[in-house]
């Protein structure tokens, strides 16, 4: 009966260490599966990390953009208040053409009188 209770020891230990190793071979597929999961994780992260980027700088170029739109609508503003004087200049201009056509109408009506009464006169003084 002594040989059993070795064998009985040895057949537990035996079991035991299958137990263990089997665990193991568990355990060890899990971490491969964590690895590759891990794997997958970091490789999303650094598409992730790509777009952020590439919306980052989609916005910087969106931003420089907007203020060269904001500088060209400036510049427009200027030069639409610069026609808008020059019209108002011109305006005022031909206002003061419109009178001074109206003044010479009225000196050439006044010449043409005098020259008519100078006329008139010469003739009374012919023999």
Known sequence: MQAAGPRKNFDEVYELTT???NQEDVI???MKEQSVGS???????RDITDV???VKNGSIEMLAGSE???NEMSTLEKLGKTITNSINEMAAGSTQINDAVQEVNLITQKNKNSIQNLVDEV?????
Not at 39 to 45: H, P, Q
Not at 123 to 127: A, Y
């Open 123 to 127: 003739k009374k003084f012919k023999i």
């Open 28 to 30: 060890n597929q899990a």
């Open 19 to 21: 137990n263990i190793s």
């Open 52 to 54: 952020t980027e590439k």
């Open 39 to 45: 794997t997958e994780i970091l490789e999303a992260i």
């Open 68 to 70: 060269n739109v904001a």
